[in-house]
Nanobody
């Protein structure tokens, strides 16, 4: 089992930026595909971005493409989500997730507790 702890959420004005971090436990972090998801009030959890084990491949939801960047530092067991040009519709709880199976498009099976991001207009 891997433990994931998100940080970096907060309140920001529209057009602003935030960087989320997710620290993972365990010695096999570098083999995991990592991802970010979000859930807005009254809505289902939705995919935001994913990154391959070595950071060489990334994939984004259309709604964040060009504004958000996912990255990772395997030496620090940490994955990041840089969020720029934030919009009120980005307001949600953001979750870090791990796909331990190795398949880039496989399911995520470990989740963090989430961090709140609120974007004011």
């Amino acid at each position: 089992q891997v433990q994931l702890v998100e940080s970096g959420g907060g309140l920001v004005q529209a057009g602003g930026s935030l960087r989320l971090s997710c620290a993972a436990s365990g010695r096999t972090f570098s083999s995991y595909v990592m991802g970010w998801f979000r859930q807005a009030p009254g809505k289902e959890r939705e995919f935001v971005a994913r990154i391959s084990w070595n950071g060489g491949s990334t994939y984004y939801a259309d709604s964040v493409k060009g504004r958000f960047t996912i990255s990772r530092d395997n030496a620090k067991n940490t994955v990041y989500l840089q969020m720029n040009s934030l919009k009120p519709e980005d307001t949600a709880v953001y979750y870090c997730a791990a796909n331990r199976g190795g398949n880039y498009y496989g399911p995520f099976d470990s989740w963090g507790q989430g961090t709140q991001v609120t974007v004011s207009s």
